[in-house]
């Protein structure tokens, strides 16, 4: 019996021992596992936070117009400015804990495990938000131990680093609310039309229920769940003392109005401005050695909602129902600000941009450019050429060119610059490139902006050279302007993520790149276009527009078989248009012809109106001068066709028109002047 009770004592001796061996083996496993974990996660560092975040666009009064986002749409937003409802509703539902945890729930823990072991597999999670936050940042949603053991160790270094405060700013600037909005300031933009700090208990609850099933418990896919789940979150808070039970019951009873479609609609504002826009801060930030991908930017933009609404309901009245595309562009002439900009007729079609990517042949567009380098060469509004049919010789003699007319017409009489750009006349600006030479011609448009050519070819004299609208729409602003450099921009502001102003535009320094005389002169001949006293053998190109201005306009158009243009200023706002066939189909049907202009003068008479109409400023130096347009001499009544034109002081003619009638005074006056000799008709006088 004795031998019996030895043997028993001893075995449980050995196992005692072998437990305590056991247990101090554990125990070290553990430590050193604990250690290594620790050793390990100093070593690794602070996980990073970065996240990519949603840059936000502003117009030119500071109102949202839209956002650009990579792969996530998500606005960060500061804990301080997230509503505490939305935050005591998170915490509430999601890890009631989370302040007094290390970043594990060893309980939620226990239960999981169980009920996974039960069922075989990995069916429930038992998640703090720290695990959370770092599954958002790290990993994927798969259900697999691999995660889960990944997911501990990334939620082990965000508590070893980082704040409370810090960790629940992330989850909920990470946590997907559905929909395509990632954080809860893009999900309280899109169901509630408000920023997050302005949220309600009951619109806090609503959207604090969203993350478990973004499909599942979205009130705008099914309200029922919505609400049912609303209700756990509002109990779960008066339980947890958070909110009364009053609290409580008002926020049960309390409306709620979904806004997702405003938030949709704001998406559509002026898509096409908004990618120049993203280009130019791009090159920006690019300066300043910051990335534009990391998101987070709010950038304020020149746009003028009025203009571009403006700008969109022209096109949408005035396009053809076909395939014809359309570009438009407008601009502060004071600042070279991009007003509006419409870059086709639909984005979600085409987000090909026809403003800023599209290079055509701009026609007669660029004759203003071309006649800008004549003035300079001492060419006047009243200088006349012969405009007869013509064939210029050129490439030292090897090859010919005949320019024809739009309506294959001539005149059969000399006609002034004035006259010829009015009608639009072709052989004057051949024959006025001819005359100044290729090189003032390519220096003009250099300092405009232009492209250019080397080739010394009288075509390029009607604009066979290939610009895109933004760049013309620029040149012209810089006419507007008075000759004064304008260099077109479409931001005002970025800002960071951390509300740090990282540029701001400031005015350049004034640079004159055309003479303000000949810009002034060169805009008095550009009203022209609208006044049937220079129609000739050819309308004025602007007569079926005159009917409906109530402003003063200089402007131009072009032609070409497969391109329209149109644009004009007032001493205010430059726009310009362009209309044409993506793949080059010649223009044929009268309607795409004229679309151009129908937009141009829809969106002016629009964006100025109820404004005073604005007058050039006559600069010194010139001076306005009551001409015969036939003849280029001083008017008087016995020549009809008279127009005030503006002229430099030394250009003023001298002489009077004269049309003889033995019966009219001023006939005998011409004679008189026409009398040589100071002398001799003093002897008479």
Same mark, same amino acid.
């Not at 390029?460 to 008075?482: K, R």
């Given at each position: 019996?004795?031998?019996?009770?030895?043997f028993?004592h001893k075995k449980?001796?050995?196992?005692s021992?072998k437990?305590?061996?056991f247990m101090?083996?554990?125990?070290?496993?553990?430590?050193?596992s604990l250690?290594?974990?620790?050793i390990?996660?100093?070593?690794?560092?602070?996980p990073?936070?970065?996240v990519?975040k949603?840059s936000?666009f502003?117009d030119?009064?500071n109102n949202?117009?839209?956002?650009?986002f990579t792969?996530?749409?998500?606005?960060?937003?500061?804990?301080k400015?997230?509503?505490?409802?939305?935050?005591?509703a998170?915490v509430?539902?999601e890890d009631?804990?989370?302040?007094?945890?290390?970043?594990?729930?060893?309980s939620?823990?226990a239960?999981?495990?169980?009920?996974?072991?039960?069922?075989?597999?990995?069916?429930q999670g038992?998640s703090?938000?720290t695990q959370?936050?770092a599954?958002?940042?790290?990993?994927t949603?798969?259900?697999?131990?691999?995660?889960k053991?990944?997911?501990?160790?990334?939620?082990y270094?965000?508590?070893?680093?980082?704040?409370?405060?810090e960790i629940l700013?992330?989850?909920?600037?990470?946590?997907?609310?559905?929909?395509?909005?990632?954080?809860?300031?893009a999900?309280?933009?899109?169901?509630y039309?408000k920023?997050?700090?302005?949220?309600t208990?009951?619109?806090a609850?609503?959207?604090?229920?969203v993350?478990?099933?973004?499909?599942?418990y979205?009130p705008l896919n099914?309200?029922?769940?919505?609400?049912?789940?609303?209700?756990?979150?509002?109990r779960?808070?008066?339980?947890q003392g958070i909110?009364t039970?009053?609290e409580?019951?008002?926020?049960?009873?309390?409306p709620?109005?979904f806004?997702?479609?405003e938030?949709?609609a704001?998406?559509?504002?002026?898509p096409?401005?908004?990618?120049?826009?993203?280009?130019?801060?791009?090159?920006?930030?690019?300066?300043?050695?910051l990335?534009i991908?990391?998101?987070?930017?709010?950038?304020?933009?020149?746009?003028?909602?009025?203009h571009?609404?403006?700008?969109?309901?022209?096109v949408?009245?005035?396009?053809p129902d076909n395939e014809?595309?359309v570009?438009?562009?407008?601009m $502060?002439?004071?600042?070279?600000f991009? /007003?509006?900009?419409? @870059?086709?007729?639909? +984005?979600s079609v085409? #987000?090909? &941009?026809?403003?800023?990517?599209g290079?055509?042949?701009?026609?007669?567009a660029?004759?203003?450019i071309?006649?800008?380098?004549?003035?300079?060469?001492?060419f006047?509004?009243m200088?006349?050429l $012969?405009?007869?049919?013509?064939?210029? /010789?050129?490439?030292? @003699?090897?090859?010919? +060119?005949?320019?024809? #007319?739009? &309506?294959?017409?001539?005149?059969?009489?000399?006609l002034s610059m004035a006259q010829?750009?009015?009608i639009?006349?072709?052989v004057?600006?051949?024959?006025?490139l001819?005359?100044?030479?290729?090189k003032?011609?390519?220096d003009?448009q250099?300092?405009l902006?232009?492209?250019?050519s080397?080739d010394e070819?009288?075509?390029?004299?009607?604009?066979?050279?290939e610009?895109?609208l933004?760049?013309?729409?620029?040149?012209?602003?810089i006419?507007a302007?008075?000759g004064?450099?304008?260099?077109?921009t479409?931001?005002l502001?970025?800002t960071?993520?951390?509300g740090?102003?990282?540029?701001?535009?400031?005015?350049?320094?004034?640079?004159?790149?055309?003479n303000e005389?000949?810009a002034f002169?060169?805009?008095?001949?550009?009203?022209?276009i609208f006044?049937?006293?220079?129609?000739?053998y050819?309308?004025?190109?602007?007569?079926s527009?005159r009917?409906?201005?109530?402003?003063?306009?200089?402007?131009k158009?072009?032609t070409?078989n497969?391109?329209q243009?149109?644009?004009?200023?007032?001493?205010?706002?430059?726009?310009?248009?362009?209309?044409?066939?993506d793949?080059?189909?010649?223009?044929?049907v009268?309607?795409d012809?004229?679309?151009?202009k129908?937009?141009?003068?829809?969106?002016?008479?629009t964006?100025?109106?109820?404004?005073?109409?604005?007058?050039?400023t006559?600069?010194?130096?010139v001076?306005?001068v009551?001409v015969?347009?036939?003849?280029?001499?001083l008017s008087?009544?016995?020549?009809?066709?008279?127009?005030?034109v503006?002229?430099?002081?030394?250009?003023?003619p001298t002489?009077?028109?004269s049309?003889?009638?033995?019966?009219?005074?001023?006939?005998?006056?011409?004679?008189?002047?026409?009398?040589?000799?100071?002398?001799?008709?003093?002897?008479?006088?």
């Amino acid at each position: 019996m004795r031998r019996q009770q030895y043997f028993k004592h001893k075995k449980r001796r050995i196992f005692s021992k072998k437990l305590g061996l056991f247990m101090i083996g554990l125990f070290c496993a553990v430590a050193v596992s604990l250690l290594s974990i620790r050793i390990y996660a100093q070593v690794a560092g602070a996980p990073p936070l970065t996240v990519p975040k949603a840059s936000i666009f502003l117009d030119s009064q500071n109102n949202p117009i839209g956002d650009r986002f990579t792969e996530e749409r998500r606005y960060w937003t500061e804990l301080k400015d997230i509503s505490p409802y939305l935050i005591d509703a998170t915490v509430a539902v999601e890890d009631k804990d989370f302040y007094e945890h290390g970043g594990f729930d060893y309980s939620r823990i226990a239960g999981a495990v169980l009920a996974d072991i039960k069922a075989g597999s990995k069916v429930q999670g038992a998640s703090t938000l720290t695990q959370q936050y770092a599954r958002n940042l790290y990993l994927t949603h798969e259900k697999s131990w691999n995660r889960k053991i990944n997911e501990a160790l990334y939620a082990y270094r965000l508590e070893l680093f980082y704040s409370k405060d810090e960790i629940l700013e992330g989850y909920l600037n990470t946590v997907y609310y559905g929909h395509g909005m990632y954080g809860v300031e893009a999900a309280s933009r899109y169901f509630y039309g408000k920023s997050a700090k302005d949220l309600t208990l009951a619109e806090a609850t609503m959207l604090a229920g969203v993350p478990k099933g973004p499909s599942y418990y979205s009130p705008l896919n099914n309200l029922e769940k919505a609400t049912n789940r609303q209700q756990v979150i509002l109990r779960l808070m008066n339980e947890q003392g958070i909110i009364t039970e009053d609290e409580k019951t008002r926020a049960i009873k309390e409306p709620l109005a979904f806004k997702s479609d405003e938030w949709i609609a704001t998406k559509s504002i002026a898509p096409y401005f908004l990618d120049v826009v993203w280009n130019e801060a791009s090159d920006i930030l690019e300066s300043k050695n910051l990335p534009i991908s990391g998101g987070g930017w709010t950038i304020q933009t020149t746009l003028n909602q009025a203009h571009q609404r403006a700008a969109e309901d022209a096109v949408k009245k005035n396009m053809p129902d076909n395939e014809l595309q359309v570009g438009f562009v407008s601009m $502060d002439a004071h600042t070279g600000f991009v /007003t509006a900009l419409v @870059g086709g007729r639909d +984005y979600s079609v085409s #987000n090909y &941009n026809r403003v800023t990517l599209g290079k055509r042949q701009p026609g007669s567009a660029i004759k203003p450019i071309l006649y800008a380098a004549a003035l300079e060469k001492g060419f006047n509004p009243m200088s006349f050429l $012969d405009v007869s049919e013509t064939t210029f /010789t050129y490439d030292s @003699g090897r090859a010919n +060119y005949t320019p024809q #007319n739009i &309506n294959k017409k001539y005149a059969d009489h000399e006609l002034s610059m004035a006259q010829a750009l009015a009608i639009s006349d072709n052989v004057y600006a051949v024959k006025t490139l001819d005359s100044i030479g290729y090189k003032p011609f390519r220096d003009m448009q250099k300092r405009l902006g232009l492209n250019y050519s080397e080739d010394e070819n009288p075509s390029i004299a009607l604009g066979t050279t290939e610009n895109s609208l933004y760049d013309l729409t620029n040149a012209y602003n810089i006419i507007a302007a008075g000759g004064e450099k304008r260099n077109a921009t479409t931001i005002l502001s970025i800002t960071d993520a951390k509300g740090n102003v990282v540029y701001k535009y400031e005015k350049p320094k004034a640079e004159q790149v055309l003479n303000e005389k000949d810009a002034f002169v060169l805009t008095q001949m550009m009203t022209g276009i609208f006044d049937p006293v220079y129609s000739d053998y050819s309308p004025a190109t602007g007569l079926s527009l005159r009917s409906r201005m109530t402003h003063t306009y200089a402007a131009k158009s072009g032609t070409t078989n497969s391109d329209q243009w149109m644009l004009g200023f007032t001493p205010s706002l430059t726009a310009g248009v362009w209309n044409g066939y993506d793949q080059g189909k010649t223009l044929s049907v009268k309607g795409d012809m004229a679309a151009s202009k129908q937009v141009w003068i829809d969106f002016m008479e629009t964006a100025l109106e109820g404004k005073a109409n604005e007058e050039f400023t006559i600069p010194n130096g010139v001076q306005p001068v009551s001409v015969d347009i036939n003849s280029g001499y001083l008017s008087t009544s016995a020549c009809p066709n008279q127009r005030v034109v503006y002229m430099k002081n030394e250009d003023v003619p001298t002489k009077k028109c004269s049309t003889f009638d033995f019966f009219e005074k001023d006939s005998w006056s011409n004679v008189w002047d026409m009398i040589p000799g100071e002398a001799f008709r003093s002897f008479w006088e």
